[in-house]
């Protein structure tokens, strides 16, 4: 045989070794874990994280027709599942044939349009456009996205009400609003619709807790409901703020409120809004278990600027703590605390924080909760925790470096690039798109110039935008609601992920809630996880359901980044 061929063999064995040894960079990629690459993609090009948290509106509220998302069933034709029509509160459970009338009117004082609640008894129970170019129910009368409408019930055991299981057919029923609940806008007028056009919408994403603003606000830092004690001078101050709940033939709180004996059998008859025994803000002692009394609708912080006054001869930087309003100092884990853990930089800017500081001492205020800026004292989550103690020199200092004003400072960091790492921004009242005292279109125009301005920063090419909403506030969305732990999730909201290297036009079907930011941020920058995050999850699973994500599927670290 001829020596060479004796050769070929051990060349082609060691060309092979050879060349497995030098293979192409995707094929290492590929020995690499997925999410192992999402994680280290996430960690190299992100570096500022921007969270915009905006007020009170569900999905379908504002989001229902948009293309390619689970919008409005019978309205938007990508939408998943049908109507199911709105059952009223009476045994029978009986199917509204009109929806409700808007009990005292739909439109809030002051406006440049008036719809009275004569003129709102003749809706069928279906989804309708506040703002039809043909008016506010076929009135004539044009209620467009610059009028601000009222207020809507949006409150803990409420939401649970009219969840009722994940049928969403109770939010008629147990309103203080009749059928206003079924509105919706054409968001396409809005500019923050062509920034979800151009970047991500998540149309899976629910809010933390049940409820209001007060306790999504806490959940988005901490992942938990505040405490409030069980024993004590607390206890007595809030004899009276403590909800009355139904129980089961085992003696188990279920979470539905006892309605009162002067309670309308049903939401049709005159001033049919549901009354209850004690509609409050404090969860029963144990409800959740842990032999504690939990703040779930609205309490004030016990700093000031807090809606509650100073008491007669303390501190003017505090508030009354035996105001039963008053939320006692909390101690809880924030996300603030796991990144001051990690050194890693972080701030809270709200809008009007210096105004309403220097509002707080006045006999009549003109900032808080009031006035054009309508400052909403319950929105500074932060202001609760004892480690942002105004009336200590360390911890005054500790706030003065983590509280900061959006006026004086938000903008000026941006445009420099000295944005902290994770920063939280709380547009005041008149410009967060809270329905009662902010308008539609004020709050969108805002936003949107918000995010212009970021897009001009230095930071721009490495960071994360988050718009979302604290919760529904009280509008309807017909998105089943997974089944979670006691405190949530709640209904359906909006969120937008902005970055140059999120995906693009993409519409995100993973399931999110408010706490997804902050799972996203602990895998960003290496932090523990609260304890909540893991309770949520537990919760969902063993509930037949699926974990929440951390927001990373909104983002493609292999793509080229925009501008």
Known sequence: MNPVYRLLPIVVLMSSIFLAGCGSEDDANDAVPAETQVTTGLQS??????????????????????????????????????????????????????????????????????????????????????????????????????????????????????????????????ADSGGLVMGYYDGSKMALWNLAKQYVLADNFFQGAFGGSFLNHQYLICACAPVYPATGAAVTSASNSISVLNKDSNGNY??????????????????????????SALTPLNYAGDNLYHGINTMQPPYQPSAVATAAGANPATADLGNKSTLYPQTTTTIGDLLDKKNVSWAWYAGAWNAAIADAPNTKRTVIGTGKIQFQTH??????????????????????????????????????????????????????????????????????????????????????????????????????????????????????????WSKKGFVDHTQYDTASILRFITRRFGLDTLPGLAQRDDALVKNGGVKMGDLTKAFDFNQTPTP
Do not use: C
């Open 45 to 174: 090009n992100i570096k500022n994280v921007v969270v915009i948290y905006a007020e009170n509106r569900g999905f379908d509220n504002i989001y229902g027709l948009f293309p390619g998302a689970d919008g409005i069933p019978g309205v938007n034709p990508t939408a998943v599942g049908s109507y199911i029509p709105q059952t009223d509160r009476d045994d029978a459970n009986t199917v509204f044939g009109k929806l409700p009338r808007v009990w005292g009117g739909v439109t809030a004082p002051a406006q440049s349009v008036t719809i009275a609640e004569g003129n709102t008894a003749y809706q069928d129970n279906v989804p309708f456009q506040i703002d039809s170019p043909k008016g506010f129910q076929n009135t004539g009368t044009v209620v467009d996205q610059s009028v601000i409408t009222r207020d809507l019930y949006h409150r803990f055991y409420n939401n649970q009400m009219q969840i009722n299981g994940g049928k969403n057919d109770k939010f008629a029923a147990y």
């Open 254 to 279: 279920l979470p539905v409120l006892t309605q009162s004996a002067q309670s309308s059998k049903s939401a049709l008859n005159d001033n049919g809004a549901p009354k209850f025994v004690n509609d």
């Open 379 to 500: 929105h500074q989550p932060f202001n609760y925790f004892s480690e942002f103690d105004p009336t200590q020199p360390t911890t005054l200092a500790y706030r003065n470096q983590h509280l900061k004003d959006f006026d004086a400072s938000f903008l000026q960091d941006a445009a420099a690039g000295t944005l902290p790492a994770v920063s939280f921004y709380k547009p005041q009242g008149n410009l967060n798109q809270h329905a009662g005292y902010a308008s539609i279109a004020d709050g969108d125009k805002h936003i949107a110039d918000v995010v212009a301005q970021l897009q001009k920063s230095p930071q721009w090419k490495n960071m994360a935008i988050v718009i979302t909403y604290d919760e529904n506030g009280g509008f309807w969305d017909h998105k089943a609601v997974p089944k979670g732990d006691v405190w949530g999730p709640g209904t359906r909201i909006p969120a937008i992920v902005i970055s140059p």
